[in-house]
Every structure is written in C-alpha cells, then in structure tokens.
C-alpha cells in the first residue's frame, strides 16, 4: 500500500540557518503531495502541495519540488525563523485518503 | 480557515465507558475522516465518511464506530474505551474532488484512566 517515510527528529537550528526535511514515498499510482505543519496545540495546516512529477509548491518561504524519479518531496527553507518550530509531515494522496509520515519535530532556536 | 469544530476539546474519562467525539463543518464537502495522532505514528485513520450515512473503515478501526446522519457532523464513538485509546484525536473535511487535500480541526485530547 501507500506510505511514506520522513527523517526523524527531533532537528535543532538556529535562526537564519538552512532547513531541509526529507521525505519520500511509496505509491502505486501517480499521487498528490502534501506537506502540513503544526503548532504546538494546534490541528494540522497545510503548508503546501503538489500535484504532478516536477511541480514545486512553495509557500510562506517553504519549497518543495515532486521527485518521480526518486520518488521524493524534500521540504526547504532558506532561512528559518523562531515562529517556524512545529511538527512537519509530509502526506500522500492517491485517493480520497491521506498517508502521512511520522512528523519531523523541529526546534528553532533565537 | 476551514469551518471545523470538535467537541469537547478535552475529555478525561474511565475504562469501559463509552465515549462520543463531535466533529462539525460549515463548508458542505462531502468528506469527513477521524484520524489519532500519537506519538511516533504520525496521523493514521479511523474511519471516514463519503455522504451521508456511507462510511468506511480506515486502519485503526477496532474498537471505533461512526455515524453521518447529516452532512455537517461526523461522531466518533469509543464503544468501551480502553487505555490504549488515549490520544489526540482529529477530524478532517475534504470537498472530495480526488487527490484532495484535507482541512484539520483543533482536536480533540482524550485520556482513558
């Protein structure tokens, strides 16, 4: 079946540095990709999506480009700041359902 | 944001109680989930529904019933709830168009003492 695997946390930067949270999947069709963020004591938000092999989406300084040939959707922020520490997951769509990775913890520190 | 709500937002209750989790939405998508976030496991999927009164199964089902009696609630019953059930739980809407994404609610924190 579909999954997905994500690197484990937790991950600790400091503000300014160089994020990169990797994610691939496992699909037997052609899927859509999520990742989704969430604040401590918050539900889950999107962050961005994509829906097709070389799509990037990217939002509020996050990107991420849909990998077919190695089956990935690596999410990237050139320069974390405090109010980015959250639980990222990465997320696969190949139907009405989604399958989400563990969540990676990450910690920005001032 | 997505109109979502659950109630209640915390719950603290007894072995072999039951248990019933509301979620609501005010945007009229067809598509209504629970999911359990605990830690390690991401989010995994209880049930979900596709209408009114047509639900399916997810792959944390045991020990879980649903019901969908009009489009803008989906209840989640813990029949007897067991220790094992504590966690947080989360419903999600989706307009259902396919590879969709789902929109989250707040959630909803329960402990089984």
């Known amino acids: 079946g579909d999954s997905v695997t994500q690197m484990e946390g937790p991950v600790t930067l400091s503000e300014e540095a160089f994020l990169t949270i990797n994610c691939t999947y496992t699909?037997?069709?052609?899927?859509?990709l999520f990742w989704y963020v969430q604040y401590p004591g918050e539900g889950l938000q999107l962050l961005l999506k994509a829906t097709k092999a070389d799509d990037k989406g990217s939002n509020k300084g996050f990107e991420a480009t849909y990998r077919k040939e190695t089956t990935s959707f690596h999410l990237e922020k050139g320069s974390v700041q405090v109010s980015d520490s959250a639980v990222y997951f990465c997320a696969l769509s190949d139907d009405y359902k989604l399958s989400f990775g563990a969540g990676t913890t990450v910690t920005v520190r001032a | 944001d997505a109109g979502i709500t659950q109630s209640p937002r915390h719950k603290v209750t007894e072995t072999g109680t039951p248990v019933t989790l509301r979620c609501h939405q005010t945007?009229?998508?067809?598509?209504m989930y629970w999911y359990r976030q605990d830690p390690g496991h991401g989010l995994r999927l209880i049930h979900y529904?596709?209408?009114?009164?047509?639900?399916d199964k997810g792959e944390v089902s045991d020990g879980y019933s649903v019901s969908r009696s009009k489009t803008e609630d989906f209840l989640l019953t813990l029949e007897s709830a067991t220790s094992s059930q504590t966690s947080v739980y989360f419903c999600?809407?989706?307009?259902?168009?396919?590879?969709?994404?789902?929109?989250f609610g707040p959630g909803t924190r329960l402990t089984v003492l």
């Open positions: 945007e009229n998508h067809r598509y």
């Open positions: 699909a037997t069709g052609y899927p859509s």
């Open positions: 999600a809407i989706s307009p259902g168009q396919g590879k969709d994404e789902q929109f």
């Open positions: 529904s596709y209408g009114v009164k047509d639900t």
